[in-house]
């Protein structure tokens, strides 16, 4: 199993900004593909960011162009950089990654192994 801790989360009113934070002890980064998943209430989760091994990455519709995924593999950290926060951003967000591969993202946004806990984001207008 995989620990996978996120910080990061509050609540904060439309427009405003949050930074999501990701570590994992024991697990070089630099190895695999990492993400962010999210789950709305009543919603399924979804797939949110992923990054691959060469710093590729891939972004739902519903926040590209808004949200940065990144990570410093030096501080095994993973990141999501959200500005421009709208309510229906609200969810819960996890950290996940995909050690069945190395390298790449074959499964794409929705096809992570392992996730953490969550951080929760609430947005409110």
């Known amino acids: 199993a995989v620990d996978l801790v996120e910080s990061g989360g509050g609540s904060v009113q439309a427009g405003g900004s949050l930074r999501l934070s990701c570590v994992a002890s024991d697990l070089p980064y630099s190895k695999y593909c990492m993400g962010w998943l999210r789950q709305a209430p009543g919603k399924e989760r979804e797939g949110v960011a992923i990054i691959d091994t060469t710093g590729i990455t891939t972004y739902a519709d519903s926040v590209k162009g808004r949200f940065t995924i990144s990570k410093d593999n030096a501080k095994n950290t993973l990141y999501l950089q959200m500005p421009s926060l709208r309510p229906e951003d609200t969810a819960m967000y996890y950290c996940?990654?995909?050690?069945?591969?190395?390298?790449?993202?074959?499964?794409?946004?929705?096809?992570?192994?392992?996730w953490g806990k969550g951080t929760l984001v609430t947005i409110y207008s």
């Open positions: 996940a990654v995909d050690t069945r591969y190395e390298g790449t993202c074959p499964g794409g946004l929705n096809d992570m192994e392992y």
